[in-house]
């Protein structure tokens, strides 16, 4: 099968674009649908992890013969249980670490050791009576205050990388990257404005609804399974396997039903313990996390802490535009700041571009993926300066923003030349929008914001069975967290000539699939889709020659068309058409299991960008505030179920606006966290927000089949800025910082009243 | 009810009411608290029914706020009172949740709590020693700590009869619009004359001080005026000078102190309509 991925012109889709009901819908609505804390297995027990209660302790001692001679406590492990098989692989290490301390505990909730007994009574009352010896450190948890000399030092192995000469003393900066093209010096020079500024952002949990949970079984042979909540079930089997020594074909992974990730769920970190409790135990052991735990000892996103300086001709051109971006990344490598470097000015066609980032540990728990992660802080911090510069040269911010929009040729800031892009598109559409133009109340203000994504694809792996009766069974290994089995039914649907409800579209376990990349990077419907309409062009290839043979003629004689084999002219013989289910009856007599597969690393996943524009109203007095109108325009490529592309833009949407307002990890003078549930740590609640208007937009990805983009990501980059632009037009002041809690809003209020 | 008071008494672990569970159940599935007594006191009959008397209204203890609010005589006499118990929670915590367990939950942030001192409720408390009533106020002594002695049981709240013109009202502030616990809340209820004039407020705030504390000084800013601007400014300062906020997750002390009298300011104006002021 060729790797024919060309875009087919104008093309008429017959189910694709349509709105059928998502195949889990009912099993979610009426709770049939088993989730990560749903399985459950004879003799299983109960898993339970002690975690520190200190930010930054060296770990001199710990004594469980305590709690092991508690009647119905059946297994004990700790750092000892969980060798070093990283074999060098640093970034394995750390994984290793994350999910059990070693010799220190590096953030308050870390991992220091795990009981499976018989109830969860039991367990709990094991875990008191682990005796741990810690010698407490000095702790730091702010990005700035980390970056210090004399800041406590978290890894005495880390020397920052991307310095020359590489330093001698050990820092908590892992490493220095740097981005852009052309002189930004000369470039300031050049300009008639200027504008730099610092803003600082909190650090926010991505707050999915369902909490870390898993069963893991292992027997006496070494053979294991586990059921998880994840995003990506083949990752955790790769990751668990090399951090338990086994080899990869003794672990069957299956991933359940996932309430929510965002990223979140991209890494692992109960599910090694679980499974060497349950190695030790002889006994399946289940593992959930508390909220708390969750808060404390999963992977919330970075915090930050950036400079952007902007210069613009006196006639709206911007001449240079650089940033510094500090990230910290909790406990050990890996901030997003690489990819907020990147993507920093990415909207912008710049003829000189600079962007430096700092990757900085400290001592709270790791980061893990958020929806386009390290993207939306950039934004925020970029597109609030270009606000105020729009206003300063007295442009509107649109037609500003329309003046430097990078468009196809443009060089980007992080290195590439785009291809056909949407970020004007969706600028003009946004200007002709209702919204754009309605009159706004007393205390309130509007602010707009672009946005950028990469978008991503990866290795995939699809199969794709023609059952007897002519149904189709699609077995795809990407778990489906925005509606993706849904796409995928259309895709096979649309390629096949099919119903949809024809098509059932599962997500098979590690057993029973190639090694399919994580769901993440907005990369499923782009990268699975893709491979499911090259997996039903294969079945078709096989479909077609069957026909052939029961008609005796050669395959190249037949032709596929709306679900049917059709001879392809009238000198290839005179046949009625055949549907699938025709010759899926006869398919033992022709040669048996008729089935279409697909594996690759797929590539050409198209950048997609995103115009928001946000009303909010500002209560004087009191700071509160409210979001009154809110609406996305983004480009999709193509929608392959528009409800579940205007589902991606609305979350997108309200995620930010939690992390704008209220949303934000406080931390006590201890380095302990004050906020770990859902009273404290405010996400939105539905009264809080206006119905989020959406404007689809489709320019084709040519790297797609069908145009697909990847919409799920892009759709947080802007509303951090979009939110800021609005609160402080508002409210009359400048707001810098995240979130903008009333009390921030209130205390700015009252220092420019001050001011004035 | 004497049979409940008893088994608490006797008890010589910790032992709990339970009205709604709202608060106690969440306490205790969170592992804060490991019962040895719990005493559902909600099918006791004296705690279940709203009573219209001569001088007033008697609340059962276990009445819901779902219930309080569909009490059209109630509501009409106290709307201040009512709104300030269907603030709690949500729908699904209305149909539970009660005054009195908000009350002897003792958190400063309490949202009827200030509603109900405005109001000058008092409560009827039954223990192995008999029956005593108690004004509102002097329930709540310190975040989680009530003065109710080993085996007191509260039967009911009983909320005065209202003279002509009077009106009282609840706000709080939350950065969300529900599912939060009160930054600041600030509950007002006054009487006017024919004239407009107030002849009688009681003012209390929340969330600003380790207990729900009334405010005389607030209310005397009102009584004896028209509640114009002046009076409501120097009952907002009253307010603000009122406040021993702690900064904490929820909120900076500068934060609450202002928009304590803010909110008060606000308050007032809504319980003066209420009592048909103009
Ligand atoms: C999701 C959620 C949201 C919430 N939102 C709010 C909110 O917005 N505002 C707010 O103020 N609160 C809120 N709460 C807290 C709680 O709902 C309220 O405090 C509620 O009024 C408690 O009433 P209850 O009947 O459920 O009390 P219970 O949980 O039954 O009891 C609370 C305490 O009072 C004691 N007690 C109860 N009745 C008596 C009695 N008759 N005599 C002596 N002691 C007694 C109990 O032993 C216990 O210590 C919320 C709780 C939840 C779970």
Redesign the interface.
């Known amino acids: 099968m060729p790797l024919d991925s060309t875009l087919q012109g104008k093309r008429d889709f017959k189910v694709v674009g349509t709105r059928p009901l998502r195949p889990d819908g009912i099993d979610k609505v009426t709770g049939r649908a088993k989730f990560g804390a749903d399985a459950t297995a004879p003799g299983m027990l109960v898993g339970r992890i002690l975690r520190s209660p200190h930010a930054h302790a060296r770990i001199k001692k710990i004594d469980t013969s305590k709690a092991e001679k508690l009647p119905g406590v059946k297994a004990i492990v700790t750092r000892e249980d969980l060798p070093d098989h990283t074999d060098g692989d640093a970034l394995l290490y750390d994984v290793l670490y994350n999910i059990m301390a070693r010799e220190k505990a590096l953030y308050e909730g870390h991992a220091v050791a795990a009981v499976a007994a018989v109830d969860t009574r039991t367990a709990r009352e094991a875990l008191k009576l682990i005796k741990v010896d810690y010698e407490v450190l000095p702790h730091v948890t702010d990005v700035d205050e980390a970056m210090k000399p004399g800041a406590p030092i978290l890894h005495s192995t880390i020397f920052t990388d991307g310095l020359e000469p590489k330093p001698k003393k050990p820092s908590n900066v892992v490493r220095r990257y740097e981005f852009g093209h052309g002189d930004v010096e000369a470039g300031f020079k050049k300009a008639d404005i200027i504008v730099e500024r610092t803003f600082k952002t909190e650090a926010t949990h991505q707050g999915y609804i369902e909490p870390h949970a898993c069963l893991a079984n292992v027997g006496p042979d070494g053979q294991g399974e586990l059921w998880v909540c994840t995003q990506g079930h083949f990752m955790v089997r790769d990751t668990c396997a090399r951090l338990l020594g086994m080899d990869i074909s003794k672990l069957r992974v299956t991933a359940s039903e996932i309430g929510g990730g965002f990223g979140g769920k991209t890494t692992v970190f109960i599910e090694p313990v679980a499974l060497a409790l349950s190695r030790k135990a002889n006994r399946p052991v289940k593992v959930v996390m508390s909220r708390e735990e969750v808060f404390k000892a999963s992977g919330p996103t970075a915090s930050t802490s950036i400079d952007v300086k902007i210069g613009v001709t006196k006639d709206g051109r911007i001449t240079a535009a650089d940033a510094t971006l500090r990230y910290q990344g909790g406990a050990f490598a890996g901030s997003p700041v690489e990819f907020g470097a990147m993507s920093a000015f990415a909207c912008y066609d710049l003829e000189n571009a600079r962007t430096i980032g700092y990757d900085v540990v400290t001592n709270r728990p790791k980061q893990a993926a958020y929806r386009a992660p390290g993207a939306p802080m950039a934004a925020f911090a970029v597109e609030s300066v270009i606000e105020e510069l729009a206003r300063k040269v007295g442009m509107e911010p649109i037609d500003f923003r329309m003046k430097n929009a990078a468009r196809e040729g443009t060089r980007s800031s992080y290195g590439p030349t785009y291809g056909p892009i949407g970020l004007l598109a969706t600028l003009e559409k946004a200007k002709q929008h209702p919204h754009f133009k309605a009159p706004l109340s007393p205390n309130q203000g509007r602010g707009m914001a672009c946005g950028f994504w990469f978008n991503f694809g990866g290795q995939t792996c699809v199969s794709l069975n023609v059952n007897s009766d002519g149904t189709v069974a699609l077995s795809v290994g990407t778990p489906d967290i925005g509606g993706s089995r849904a796409s995928m039914c259309l895709m096979a649907a649309e390629e096949l000539g099919i119903p949809y409800d024809k098509v059932r579209a599962i997500v098979a376990d590690t057993s029973a699939l190639g090694y399919n990349d994580v769901t993440d990077g907005s990369r499923t419907t782009f990268a699975t889709g893709m491979a499911t309409i090259l997996a039903a062009r294969d079945a078709i290839k096989k479909l077609t020659a069957r026909a052939a043979q029961i008609w005796g003629i050669s395959a190249e004689a037949v032709t596929w068309e709306k679900g049917y084999a059709k001879p392809a002219g009238s000198n290839a013989g005179n046949f009625p058409p055949m549907s699938i289910a025709e010759i899926a009856a006869q398919a033992g007599a022709t040669g048996g299991p008729i089935a279409g597969h697909h594996e690759y690393s797929a590539d050409g996943a198209g950048v997609s960008f995103a115009t928001h524009i946000c009303d909010a109203e500002v209560d004087p007095e009191t700071g509160a505030t409210k979001i009154v109108r809110y609406t996305v325009l983004q480009d999709a490529g193509k929608a392959v179920h528009p409800s579940y592309v205007e589902g991606q833009f609305q979350g997108g949407a309200v995620q930010g606006i939690g992390w704008a307002l209220n949303e934000e990890y406080i931390y006590g003078k201890d380095g302990r966290l004050q906020n770990a549930g859902f009273l404290d740590y405010r996400i939105p609640v539905c009264s809080d927000l206006p119905m989020i208007d959406t404007v689809i937009l489709e320019i084709p990805n040519p790297g797609h089949p069908y145009g697909v983009r990847g919409v799920g990501e892009t759709s947080i980059v802007p509303p951090l800025a979009a939110i800021a632009n609005a609160v402080s037009a508002a409210a009359g002041v400048r707001l810098t910082s995240l979130p903008m809690s009333p009390p921030r809003i209130l205390a700015a209020l009252d220092r420019k009243a001050a001011a004035e | 009810m004497k049979e409940a008071t008893g088994l608490l008494a006797r008890e010589k672990g910790r032992a709990f009411v339970l009205a709604g569970g709202t608060d106690l159940l969440v306490r205790l599935r969170t592992?804060f608290i490991e019962p040895d007594l719990i005493v559902d006191i909600k099918r006791i009959t004296a705690t279940r029914s709203i009573d219209v008397r001569s001088n007033g209204f008697r609340i059962g203890a276990a009445v819901t706020g779902a219930e309080l609010n569909e009490h059209a005589k109630l509501t009409k006499a106290w709307p201040g009172v009512v709104e300030a118990a269907n603030l709690i929670g949500s729908k699904q915590v209305q149909g539970r949740c009660t005054m009195t367990g908000n009350l002897c939950n003792a958190s400063p942030a309490a949202d009827s709590v200030p509603a109900l001192m405005a109001a000058a409720a008092k409560v009827v408390i039954v223990g192995p020693k008999g029956k005593r009533t108690i004004p509102v106020e002097q329930v709540p002594v310190a975040p989680g700590k009530t003065s109710l002695k080993k085996g007191e049981i509260i039967e009911s709240i009983l909320l005065p009869k209202r003279p002509p013109r009077s009106g009282d009202a609840y706000l709080r502030?939350i950065?969300?619009?529900?599912?939060?616990?009160a930054?600041v809340g600030a509950a007002v209820s006054v009487t006017l004359d024919a004239k407009g004039m107030c002849t009688d407020a009681r003012v209390a705030l929340g969330a600003v001080a380790p207990t729900v504390v009334l405010v005389p000084e607030a209310a005397k800013a009102l009584i004896g005026t028209k509640m114009d601007k002046a009076a409501l400014d120097a009952l907002a300062a009253a307010c603000s000078a009122a406040c021993r906020p702690i900064d904490?997750?929820?909120?900076?002390s500068?934060?609450r102190i202002?928009?304590a009298g803010?909110?008060a300011r606000r308050a007032a104006q809504i319980a003066r309509k209420r009592a048909g002021g103009k």
Not at chain 2, 175 to 181: F, G, N, S, V
Request: no cysteine.
């Open positions: 592992g502030f950065p969300r619009t529900e599912m939060d616990i930054v904490d997750k929820r909120g900076t500068e934060f202002k928009v803010v909110l």
